[in-house]
């Protein structure tokens, strides 16, 4: 059977019934879309012997919804998915245009993601969109290695061990960022032995500081080890595959 609403429920029905949004209640506003997104440029080349480059990032797009639209550009390194640089616009429905320059060293050649977010009058969050550019510099040569000299060590007994500290100074005419590894290497086979890092005390590979230019590491001596002098090899090798001449590092065991 029918349920009777009761006098004053049925009021709000009728009311709600009678007008697209009752005393009260906000009327909901349109969430973000985005049409067409286009950055440019998509390719960056720097071509002279500068530092920097300035990457004269542009996005562009069709946008719909309603009153002003909060966007968020974030460009991001591919490589290591870190942040690079974020600009934040007031943009209105319809064709768009945001500028977002920013400069990059010249060694952090790569992919870039550009990953563009809106968000409504509403604080809601609308539609996203990504898209990538590359940036290539002229290489101006191979990185160059120096390595330090450790003072003697004792061969331990048993099965204890002794480490060697193992320290490479690193520089690049392209800048650090353009180093893409930094090894060791047995100088008769060729063989990689390990990597030395540049990433500080967190990255637990010995380091001291990061990002400071000097690439640890350490080696580990056993009581296998006969005593006499030892040598490996250290070689830095660019984003563009150029290695740095050798550079002996030799330690003594007691």
């Known amino acids: 059977m029918p349920v009777a609403l009761r006098p004053a429920v049925a009021l709000l029905a009728v009311a709600l019934w009678g007008c697209d949004a009752a005393p009260g209640f906000a009327s909901e506003v349109a969430r973000p879309t985005l049409g067409t997104v286009d950055v440019s440029p998509v ?27 909060r966007m968020l550009v974030l460009v991001r390194y591919a490589e290591t998915d870190s942040l690079v640089t974020q600009t934040e616009a007031e943009v209105q429905p319809g064709d768009f245009r945001v500028d977002a320059p920013f400069d990059l060293p010249r060694g952090a050649i790569g992919e870039y993601s550009v990953r563009v977010a809106t968000e409504g009058a509403d604080g809601r969050a609308g539609d996203q969109a990504a898209a990538v550019f590359r940036f290539v510099a002229t290489n101006l040569g191979p990185p160059s290695v120096t390595a330090n000299t450790p003072s003697p060590v004792s061969r331990p007994s048993g099965t204890n061990t002794a480490r ?40 637990g590979a010995a380091d001291q500081t990061a990002d400071d230019g000097r690439y640890s590491a350490s080696v580990t001596v056993t009581s296998d080890f006969e005593p006499g002098t030892y040598e490996l090899a250290i070689v830095a090798v660019d984003k563009y595959g150029a290695e740095s001449e050798p550079a002996l590092y030799t330690f003594t065991v007691r």
Do not use: Q, W
Not at 51 to 59: G, H, M, W
Not at 164 to 175: E, F, K, N, R, S
Not at 180 to 195: C, F, K, L, Q
């Open 43 to 69: 390719d960056v080349s720097l071509d002279t012997d500068a530092p920097t480059a300035t990457v004269p990032l542009a996005v562009t797009g069709t946008l719909g919804g309603e009153g002003t639209v």
């Open 164 to 203: 060697v500290p193992l320290v490479a100074t690193v520089t690049d005419p392209d800048g650090r960022a353009n180093i893409a590894a930094v090894v060791a290497v047995d100088p008769e086979s060729g063989v990689t032995i390990g990597r030395l890092f540049d990433d500080g005390p967190a990255g």
